[in-house]
């Protein structure tokens, strides 16, 4: 059985995404010209989850959207013959808006990388800032989130698992495995 030990619960994740959409509103004062969009797979329902309580806290509703970073990925021919690629939807116009990037685990910074090249293909956003709901560290790219939920410092031979409902059959929690 491998090691892990449990950083967030089911409240602690809930918590967690409500103190980062206060941070978001407050940052942008409002909710003016805002857009929440998830890194596919758990980015994309953290995204969904942010974009609710946005809408709770203003009682405004704004743009959600999920991309598939799969394409623009650097490692594409390593990830297998046939890498599974999902689909993108962002049905608004990003121009001019300011965009959330929303993912669940920032490690190296290469996902967000991609998600970034993604998003500049769609247009011109005012500005895109990234919400994650842990940063483990280990950058290798010079990317720092605008919003984090939980720093938690790791080694490279342990790894970060996010449990969600909608992906998991399992309690939702954050968990550190490995060491």
């Given at each position: 059985?491998?090691?892990?030990?449990?950083?967030?619960?089911?409240?602690?994740?809930?918590?967690?995404?409500?103190?980062?959409?206060?941070?978001?509103?407050?940052?942008?004062?409002?909710?003016?010209?805002?857009?929440?969009?998830?890194?596919?797979?758990?980015?994309?329902?953290?995204?969904?989850?942010?974009?609710?309580?946005?809408?709770?806290?203003?009682?405004?509703?704004?743009?959600?959207?999920?991309?598939?970073?799969?394409?623009?990925?650097?490692?594409?021919?390593?990830?297998?013959?046939?890498?599974?690629?999902?689909?993108?939807?962002?049905?608004?116009?990003?121009?001019?808006?300011?965009?959330?990037?929303?993912?669940?685990?920032?490690?190296?910074?290469?996902?967000?990388?991609?998600?970034?090249?993604?998003?500049?293909?769609?247009?011109?956003?005012?500005?895109?800032?990234?919400?994650v709901l842990v940063d483990r560290g280990h950058r290798e790219l010079p990317i720092r989130p605008?919003?984090?939920?939980?720093?938690?410092?790791?080694?490279?031979?342990?790894?970060?698992?996010?449990?969600?409902?909608?992906?998991?059959?399992?309690?939702?929690?954050?968990?550190?495995?490995?060491?």
């Open positions: 059985m491998t090691e892990q030990s449990q950083i967030l619960d089911k409240a602690g994740i809930k918590r967690t995404l409500m103190r980062i959409s206060h941070e978001i509103i407050e940052k942008n004062q409002g909710t003016e010209s805002l857009a929440v969009i998830g890194i596919k797979t758990r980015g994309a329902y953290l995204a969904e989850r942010i974009a609710k309580n946005i809408k709770e806290i203003e009682g405004n509703e704004v743009s959600v959207g999920a991309i598939d970073i799969n394409l623009y990925r650097d490692d594409l021919t390593e990830v297998g013959e046939q890498p599974v690629v999902r689909s993108t939807e962002i049905d608004f116009d990003i121009n001019k808006k300011r965009i959330i990037l929303v993912d669940d685990v920032l490690f190296s910074g290469r996902t967000v990388r991609c998600a970034l090249d993604e998003l500049i293909d769609f247009g011109r956003p005012e500005t895109i800032q990234l919400a605008d919003f984090v939920g939980k720093n938690i410092p790791t080694s490279k031979k342990e790894s970060v698992e996010v449990r969600l409902k909608e992906t998991d059959d399992e309690e939702e929690e954050v968990v550190v495995v490995g060491g």
